[in-house]
Each structure stands twice: as C-alpha cells, then as structure tokens.
C-alpha cells in the first residue's frame, strides 16, 4: 500500500515550475533546501527573495505526524478549532507511553492495559478527524514515517523534535510543537523564520567499524548544541550518495541535538533502493522522473562555499568511530582517544548496560551489521558482559530480523529485545540498578543523554555511539574498551579480536511483516463522540486561555532564575511524567522542577513573596495565580533546547506565568510559547540577567505600543527600593503580536473559524 500517492503526484507536477520561478527570483543556482522550502510556499512566490535567518515565511507542508504523547494535547487543541477533519494527511503513533522493563511482549501487554484510556481516545479522535492511526507496537513514529510517509522533495512537520529523520528520504521534515501542527491540521499557514543553510561536504567513503552514526557524532562535536540553531543542515557529495537511506536518516535524526530546524540529503540511488524495498517503487519512478530538481543545482556542488552559510567538509575514508557524552551530545571523543578520555575525567569505565536500536539506529542495516559482532563474538567464546538491549525500530524492522535469526543470535549472547517503542531513550525505562544514586556509566545509540534523560538518575553517565561500537562495549564491559585495536578474553582464556563488522542495507529476503499495525480512519468521522471522562487523571478537555488585558503588566512576581541549561527534558521530562501529558493541570506540576535555582543551587525550591518560605516551583506559581498575581521566568542561555515539547510553554501559560525572559532561546520552544500567547523575550544586554534579584517585582512596559523589531523595558524593582530598567528584545512579527493579544494562536483559529 502506498500512502498519498496522489498528493506525491501533485507535488511533484508542480515542483519544477515552482523551482524554476524561485530561481529567477533570487536569480542564483539554488541548494536542495532553498528548492524544497520555495516549493512549498503558502501562497504565490513574494516580490523578493526571503531573507534567510530573519523574514517570517508561510509554508504549506504536505502533512503531519503525531507521536502519542504529544498528539494528544495536539489533538485536543485541534478539537477545539471548528474544523470536522484534518486538511492535510496526518497520522498519530503510540510509541512513547510503552515502558520498557522485562521484554517486548510482557511491556507491550502492561502498555496496552495502562494506557487503554489514552490509546482509546486516539484511536476515536483520529477516526472522527479522518487521522491514520498506528498501534502500539507498530513502531517509533520517526522509523514508521520513513517506512512509509516520506518522500524525496516534500515536506512535514511532526510533534517531535526527531521529527528530521525523514530527511533521510530528502525531505524537510520538521518538529514542531502541537499547536503548529494544529496550524497545518486547519489548513492555515505554519510560519518559520526562513532557515539558513548549513552544508556538510562529504567525501570518501565509510569502511571498517565506522559507520553513519559517527557522522552526525562528528558534527555534532563541530557545531556544538547551540550551532544548528535556526539553520537547515544540508549534506551532499559523493560520501554523501555512499550512505544508505536509513544511514542518512540516522544522521538527520540527530540533528536535533545540534538545534537544527532539520537535516536534509539529496535524492539518489540509495533513496531509490529504499522505496523500492518498503513498496514504494511507484514513488521512485516519480521522484526518477524530476531527480534534477531533487539536488542541488550543479553550480552548488561546484561553489559551495557561495551558496551555504556555513560549510563544514569531511573524508569519510578517514573518520573514526566516536563516543559522545556523558551529559551532553556534543561532547565528542574518537574512540582512539576514550580510554585517555575516560581515566582524564574520571569516568565510571564499567559498563553497566549498553542499549541499541530506537528511532535512530533501528533498520535493518544497523540490526544486521550489530548482529554480526554478535554472532563473531559468540563464535570465539565470548558473552555480552554487561546488561543488552535492542529496540527494534518498527515492526517491520522486527518481523524481518526475527526471520533472519537476528533476534536469536542476540537472545543467544544474552541480549533482551524490546519492544518496538521509544522506552529507554525517553526515560520510559524501568532501568534494574542497586543504587540508583550510584555514579555508573550507560552506552547507547540513541541521540540525547542530558543527565536524568534515560533513567531519571543524575549519577549516570550516558554515552552516545554507533550501534557497532555500542554492541562491542556489550562484550567487553567497559568503555574504554576499543575494538578496533583491542582484544578480548573468551571462555578459554584467549585473547580474540572482533572481526569488523558486516552487514545489509536492506534484506536480501525483502522486507516481510504480517500486521504493520496502522488503522485507517473512518470514511466518515461526523458522528463519532470523543468522550473524555471529567475525572480523568490523564486527559483534561482545555478551557481557551484568557485574552491580554491591553495594559503593560506591573507587578509580576520573579517565580524562578534558572542557573545554567534548562531544557524541555528537564521541564516537561518523560518518565513518571509521561501519563499526563492529555492533562495540563496535572503535567503542570512538573513545571520547572529540574531546573536549577540560580540563589540557592538546588532543584524545585525556590522563595515564595508572599510568605517568605521555599516551596516547589509548581505550588509557588500556584500561589500567585490564586492571589492574581502573574509571574516571570528568568532563564540563561539556550533555554528550552533539545525538544518540541509544547507542555513547556503551556505550563507556566497554565500557571499565571505571563513572561518568560532569558539570555537565548532554542526555535521550537520559543515558537511554542508564541503559540501559547506568552512573551518570550531576551535580555538585549546578556548581562542583564545578573541584574535580576530573587525577592524582584517585575514590570513589562511598551506592550500597549508592542511592535516588530521595537524593544519593551523590564523593570526590575527591588525590595531595597531601588531598580533596574533593562532593555530587552523579541521576535515577535505581527501576526504573532495577535497571538499574544487574543491570549494564544488557537484562540485566533477558533474566531476565524466561526465566522
């Protein structure tokens, strides 16, 4: 089954035409992004070329996924716009809420139970908004759309910040938060500052035990956290055509840890093959019939340096495989330099579980090539000395492997495979250890490793590797081990090495499946009742967020100076956190209560005004809110990075927080808090924020003359009595001033709507 073939036709009628008119108007050769971006305008071409990094653009993406845990508060804003069905095709996958614990079938089974309330109102509300709807274990939502929705050339959003996996096919796919998706749904224009463009040259060819994964681990080291950040980062080359489709999906996915808006590959043959493999070979002789438009134009490849922002170049011939971590992804060591690494800063070098597989790293390729170091090791006498576990990416991706006698070879080294789920790289993970304060050390092939993310224990050391490298660690039980150069001690005392690794790209045999696990929507959705239970512990039907008063706002209360990172993990963290992301009030007290308190270094304490005592942050913002009293977060550098969780900013909108003030903000998060009808603002001197002391009452002048490009003043008042007025800065255009002024972007949807 093909999904949306027609609406693939349609894109690609149209896009040579769109291509050639974007080429005369910016009067230039274009790169894959501008050419994917141009053709996708809502609307006509503008009078000018956008300026990239600073005008506001209206796209018209092709559709829209969902991952469980966020579709539901996406869902339920959607519900409330006054459209009877998606505009767009759009699609939800319950892939968060399955906890991994002992296996795949016993956690699907426990899932499936706990979350039958969840599941239902999904399956009911994507039926009655004519949404496709993928089962519990059909697979993690960036692995399924490569399957089956992504295509060279076309572009989505999804509620997920991994949402760029898809660029793996060529397609701009980027994660957003529910309240964009809700935009898309309704078939309005979804707004992005016009990216830059990043472009990665690569050359060569990867061999031996470096893979695709050490590519996205290199850039990541290159470009730190922060230096994607408002930027599509485009890769072409010759290396770059070498890579498998799921290769460059691994490296798409983890752009998200280097703050990209996504990551994006040219269409080729390996492209082709992929589509071919997983039943889309009427996609490919399409996409084959414009593939010249599915590149760069040739004066790019030839001058590259003229047409991208920034240009890394690498030989892939001499890459290494790399390890990243602990606490950050960009934190990059070669595998040559980590037992130096490890012993320099004192890292736990035991390995206690080495983890493989999830929404990165999951295909078949990679299952296969991990599959081989099993198989070799257990062939010399050697057993995995640390706890193991593989997370297949999808169910078709499982039933193939299983077939192949992949899952055995695994089982017989000791591995666990898991179910087809997000589980551990979210925190969904029931993690077996004795102390759990204990400082010990975790490896896997995922993508994000701030400290708490997989098992909720600051004291762990995650690290982020290939999936190869991961698995060799699985046998040696230690960090430091490096396989390329190091041996082993087998069953008879012998010192073995492990052979390189092997693999397929995609299966010799075909991909096979029985059930995939997707439910198509109901033909027609118009009397379908979507009952939400009002005592429900976990979903909340939302009451529209009150409209701006039309004054400048006195007299706010400082809630919390957050110290240092401050991420959407930290604020709206997976975990036990996770059941109540369809219920606001409930998620809300969670709020901030990871971040760190600039006056007293610690987590969820912080001065209440009104009394002078500490209290958690949520009671603390509760007490104002009650007193009708709003309150300000003052945040640092990069404040919301590394996810597409809207429940960061619905949070402290819930909770009477009216501004959030920080030295810079992370895209996705400071669109949300638009969305939300918040102020995002930054200071415009950095060190402004030192300025900010814990008793302050606040003050934001200039709303009643709020403008694009215009500053506000923040005074901050004292309790000695005197005050700092501190410029500060905003991003604000005026469709987005709107936003703010009617109390939220859905508020302006639902009165467009009804009249």
């Not at 399409?286 to 991208?308: Q, S, W």
């Not at 956190?577 to 600039?598: E, P, Q, T, V, Y």
């Amino acid at each position: 089954m093909v999904f949306d073939l027609d609406l693939i036709k349609k894109v690609y009628a149209e896009m040579p035409a769109k291509i050639d008119a974007a080429r005369k108007l910016t009067g230039r050769a274009l790169t894959m992004t501008e050419k994917i971006l141009y053709s996708h305008l809502y609307g006509a071409l503008p009078a000018a070329e956008h300026g990239r990094g600073s005008d506001y653009v209206d796209f018209a993406p092709d559709r829209v996924a969902m991952q469980d845990a966020t579709a539901q508060m996406a869902l339920l804003q959607f519900s409330t716009a006054g459209r009877s069905k998606v505009a767009v095709p759009s699609t939800v996958h319950c892939d968060h809420l399955i906890q991994a614990k002992v296996g795949a079938k016993k956690d699907l089974e426990l899932a499936i139970e706990t979350n039958r309330e969840v599941y239902d109102f999904l399956s009911s509300i994507s039926d009655k908004y004519g949404i496709g709807f993928w089962k519990p274990g059909a697979g993690i939502i960036h692995q399924v759309v490569l399957e089956n929705y992504a295509f060279p050339g076309g572009m989505m959003i999804g509620t997920d910040s991994h949402t760029p996996n898809a660029g793996g096919l060529g397609m701009v796919a980027i994660g957003v938060g529910g309240a964009d998706a809700v935009d898309v749904m309704a078939g309005l224009p979804w707004e992005l500052k016009m990216p830059k463009v990043i472009g990665v040259k690569l050359t060569g060819k990867l061999s031996g035990w470096t893979s695709c994964k050490d590519v996205i681990l290199w850039v990541a080291g290159q470009l730190t956290v922060k230096g994607g950040t408002g930027a599509i980062v485009e890769y072409f080359g010759d290396g770059a055509d070498s890579m498998s489709a799921t290769g460059k999906g691994t490296v798409c996915n983890m752009g998200a840890e280097i703050g990209a808006t996504c990551s994006l590959f040219a269409y080729d043959e390996k492209m082709s093959a992929y589509l071919k493999a997983t039943g889309r070979e009427e996609v490919a002789a399409l996409a084959d019939g414009i593939k010249d438009h599915l590149r760069p134009d040739a004066e790019v490849y030839a001058n590259p340096a003229e047409y991208y922002d920034q240009l890394l170049e690498l030989d892939l011939s001499t890459l290494e495989p790399y390890v990243n971590g602990p606490f950050t992804p960009d934190l990059a060591t070669p595998i040559s330099k980590m037992a130096e690494a490890v012993e320099k800063n004192g890292w736990p070098a035991k390995l206690e579980v080495a983890l493989i597989g999830s929404c990165t790293n999951s295909s078949y390729e990679d299952i296969s090539r991990s599959a081989s170091i099993v198989k070799d090791a257990v062939s010399q006498g050697i057993k995995t000395k640390s706890e193991f576990t593989i997370t297949p990416g999808s169910e078709l991706v499982r039933y193939t492997i299983e077939r192949d006698g992949f899952i055995k070879e695994f089982e017989d080294a000791g591995g666990v495979v898991l179910a087809n789920a997000c589980g551990p790289c979210i925190g969904q993970w029931a993690r077996h250890i004795d102390d759990p304060n204990r400082k010990n050390t975790i490896i896997t092939s995922f993508n994000r490793n701030f400290a708490k993310r997989n098992d909720g224990n600051a004291s762990t050391h995650a690290f982020v590797a290939s999936p190869e490298i991961v698995t060799a660690m699985a046998m040696a039980g230690t960090i430091s081990f490096n396989p390329l150069t190091d041996t082993l001690k087998n069953d008879k005392g012998e010192d073995v090495l492990l052979k390189e690794p092997t693999g397929f790209e995609l299966p010799p045999k075909g991909f096979d499946v029985k059930d995939a696990g997707y439910q198509a929507p109901a033909a027609d959705g118009s009397g379908i009742q979507v009952v939400v239970n009002p005592d429900s512990k976990r979903l909340q039907l939302l009451e529209p967020f009150k409209a701006w008063e039309g004054t400048d706002l006195k007299g706010l209360k400082l809630l919390i100076k957050a110290k240092g990172k401050c991420t959407t993990d930290h604020i709206s963290m997976a975990g036990p956190w996770l059941k109540f992301r369809g219920h606001l009030d409930n998620i809300s007290n969670n709020m901030l209560i990871g971040a760190i308190n600039f006056y007293n270094e610690k987590t969820d304490t912080v001065k209440n005004q009104l009394t002078g005592e500490y209290g958690p942050v949520p009671a603390t913002a509760r007490a104002y809110k009650a007193a009708n009293i709003g309150s300000v977060v003052v945040g640092d550098e990069n404040y919301g990075e590394g996810s597409s969780r809207e429940h960061a900013a619905m949070e402290p909108r819930h909770l009477g927080v009216r501004a959030i003030i920080v030295r810079s903000f992370a895209r996705i998060h400071e669109t949300n808090l638009k969305k939300q009808g918040m102020l995002g603002l930054t200071f415009a001197n950095k060190e402004d924020y030192d300025k900010v002391q814990e008793d302050d009452s606040i003050d934001i002048d200039g709303l009643t003359s709020f403008a694009p490009g215009v500053q506000l003043t923040v005074v901050l008042n004292h309790s000695d009595g005197s005050k700092d007025s501190v410029p500060v800065n905003h991003t604000y255009n005026e469709q987005q001033i709107e936003w703010f002024k009617a109390g939220g972007a859905l508020n302006v949807i639902r009165a467009e709507f009804a009249k």
